[in-house]
């Protein structure tokens, strides 16, 4: 997943990038449980919202947000 995110925005490095996930092993049962989800928590930075932030006062601080995408998903994996 890093390696697709650094070729859609060349000016990430890979610290930029946050990724956080479930590393536990997850089993899908016959009904739902909540110990089968899979959390995942994934942030990078976008720079440079503004092309010259310059003449509007905007300091390069203040030309950047971090966007950042949260949620679970069901495990696909049948209990052994």
């Known amino acids: 997943m890093k390696n697709d995110l650094l070729a ?11 990724i956080d996930v479930t590393t536990t092993p997850k089993y899908r049962t016959d009904v739902y449980d909540s110990r089968e989800a899979i959390y995942y928590d994934i942030r ?5 919202i503004i092309a010259a932030p310059g003449l509007f ?15 679970l998903v069901l495990s696909e ?4």
């Open 44 to 48: 990078i930075p976008v720079r440079k």
């Open 77 to 80: 994996v049948l209990r052994p």
């Open 57 to 71: 006062g905007i300091s390069e601080a203040d030309n950047q947000y971090m966007t950042t995408k949260t949620g």
């Open 8 to 18: 859609a925005f060349p000016d990430l490095t890979e610290s930029d990038i946050y």
